[in-house]
C-alpha cells in the first residue's frame, strides 16, 4: 500500500510541475522590417501600424503587440536618421498566449516635417505560433519498497 502511495504522489507532482510549466510560459517574438523609400528633402519619417485584423483598423491597438510596460500599441513611430535605407527592429515583444497562434497584420507610411502623410504600403502579415516547449520536470524519481 505504501508503494502505491508513493508512486502515485510521484506522478502527481510531476503532472503538476509540467502543467504548471505549460500554464506560466508564453513565447515572445521581436520582429525586424525592411522596405524602400524615396527620399524627399523634408522627409520626416514613418509611422509602423499594427493590427489583429486583416485590412485593419490599425488605430485600436493590436492585443498581442506590447510595449515595455505590457500595454498594448497600434503603431511606432520611426524617425529618418538620414540613412536613406528603411529598417527597423522593434523594441516591442509579440506575446503569444499559451499553446495558441495569433497573425498580425502591418503597414508602414511615411510623413514629411509639414506632417503630410503618404498613403498606407501593402499589408503583411505574419504568423506566431508557441512553438517553444516547456522547460523539462526536474528531480523526477520513483521509489521501490520491498516489503509489508
Not at 524602400?36 to 485600436?60: E, K
Not at 514629411?112 to 502623410?117: R, V
Amino acid at each position: 500500500m505504501k508503494t502505491r502511495r508513493t508512486i502515485t504522489l510521484c506522478c502527481v507532482l510531476v503532472v503538476l510541475s509540467m502543467v504548471c510549466g505549460i500554464m506560466a510560459y508564453s513565447a515572445e517574438k521581436s520582429l525586424t522590417f525592411a522596405w524602400d523609400q524615396v527620399i524627399s528633402t523634408d522627409f520626416a519619417g514613418w509611422r509602423l501600424w499594427v493590427s489583429d485584423t486583416a485590412g485593419g483598423p490599425y488605430d485600436d491597438g493590436a492585443t498581442y503587440f506590447r510595449d515595455a510596460n505590457g500595454d498594448p500599441i497600434d503603431s511606432i513611430w520611426i524617425a529618418y536618421d538620414g540613412s536613406g535605407a528603411g529598417s527597423y527592429t522593434s523594441d516591442q515583444v509579440v506575446t503569444i498566449p499559451n499553446g495558441q497562434s495569433v497573425t498580425l497584420y502591418f503597414v508602414l507610411n511615411a510623413w514629411d516635417t509639414a506632417n503630410n502623410y503618404s498613403q498606407n504600403s501593402n499589408e503583411v502579415s505574419q504568423d506566431f505560433v508557441d512553438a517553444v516547449p516547456p522547460d523539462a520536470p526536474q528531480s523526477f524519481s520513483v521509489t521501490i519498497i520491498v516489503g509489508p
